[in-house]
């Protein structure tokens, strides 16, 4: 067995949100008289925090705002995105990913997630994987994002293990950078696949059972 266990992002690897992210910083955006906020500028708030999020948006936006205004600009577009979120349900979760994560555990590994999202527990309940992983790092217990490594350090503490000992699994640049920076091997999937701080290009979820067992 090469590792003893894998961290994995939430958005993008175990399920996908972005179509609610997009929705949510869409409808935000509008509010604002922003009518130009477009998928590409989506894709540049993906693996990064909330409030790098929020630059992008207000890029387009000639009003200059104040950090008062635009903490409570990102708790708008996060309330809009937790109503979102009520339609997600174990349907969301692909068969691929549960048959797969079950087999890495029945492997021996530790499972494990490290997401910069504050709202993973709740993402995790509604796929039906609540008390599912062995440890859960998230947006509620770091204080950077990635590209810093930090939730993923704090996802190996979590499992008892040294960052060499865990596979990463990310499908964000950021992510996999953030992976790399924290000593890490990295299985990069999709835009993380083409990464140069990738380790192990896959083009499936469950091409991790041929990396990581």
């Given at each position: 067995?090469?590792?003893?266990?894998?961290?994995?992002?939430?958005?993008?690897?175990?399920?996908?949100?972005?179509?609610?992210?997009?929705?949510?910083?869409?409808?935000?955006?509008?509010?604002?008289?922003?009518?130009?906020?477009?998928?590409?500028?989506?894709?540049?708030?993906?693996?990064?925090?909330?409030?790098?999020?929020?630059?992008?948006?207000?890029?387009?936006?000639?009003?200059?705002?104040?950090?008062?205004?635009?903490?409570?600009?990102?708790?708008?577009?996060?309330?809009?995105?937790?109503?979102?979120?009520?339609?997600?349900?174990?349907?969301?979760?692909?068969?691929?990913?549960?048959?797969?994560?079950?087999?890495l555990r029945a492997g021996g590994l530790?499972?494990?997630?490290?997401?910069?999202?504050?709202?993973?527990?709740?993402?995790?309940?509604?796929?039906?994987?609540?008390?599912?992983?062995?440890?859960?790092?998230?947006?509620?217990c770091i204080t950077h994002s990635k590209?810093?490594?930090?939730?993923?350090?704090?996802?190996?503490?979590?499992?008892?293990?040294?960052?060499?000992?865990?596979?990463?699994?990310?499908?964000?640049?950021?992510?996999?950078?953030?992976?790399?920076?924290?000593?890490?091997?990295?299985?990069?999937?999709?835009?993380?696949?083409?990464?140069?701080?990738?380790?192990?290009?896959?083009?499936?979820?469950?091409?991790?059972?041929?990396?990581?067992?």
């Amino acid at each position: 067995m090469k590792f003893k266990g894998v961290i994995f992002d939430l958005d993008g690897v175990i399920c996908s949100t972005d179509e609610y992210h997009y929705m949510a910083w869409k409808a935000l955006a509008e509010k604002l008289g922003i009518t130009t906020f477009t998928r590409e500028d989506n894709k540049r708030q993906r693996g990064v925090s909330r409030m790098e999020s929020l630059e992008v948006v207000l890029e387009k936006c000639d009003k200059k705002f104040t950090d008062e205004e635009k903490l409570a600009l990102a708790d708008e577009k996060n309330e809009i995105y937790k109503k979102m979120l009520v339609n997600m349900s174990p349907a969301d979760l692909s068969e691929e990913v549960k048959t797969t994560l079950d087999k890495l555990r029945a492997g021996g590994l530790k499972l494990a997630i490290g997401s910069s999202s504050k709202n993973t527990p709740a993402i995790l309940s509604r796929l039906g994987l609540g008390g599912y992983f062995d440890a859960v790092a998230d947006g509620n217990c770091i204080t950077h994002s990635k590209p810093h490594p930090e939730v993923f350090l704090k996802a190996a503490e979590m499992l008892s293990l040294e960052p060499s000992e865990c596979l990463v699994v990310e499908d964000a640049a950021a992510g996999a950078q953030a992976g790399y920076a924290g000593g890490f091997k990295v299985a990069g999937i999709g835009e993380a696949a083409k990464s140069g701080y990738t380790t192990y290009p896959i083009s499936t979820f469950s091409d991790l059972l041929k990396v990581a067992l």
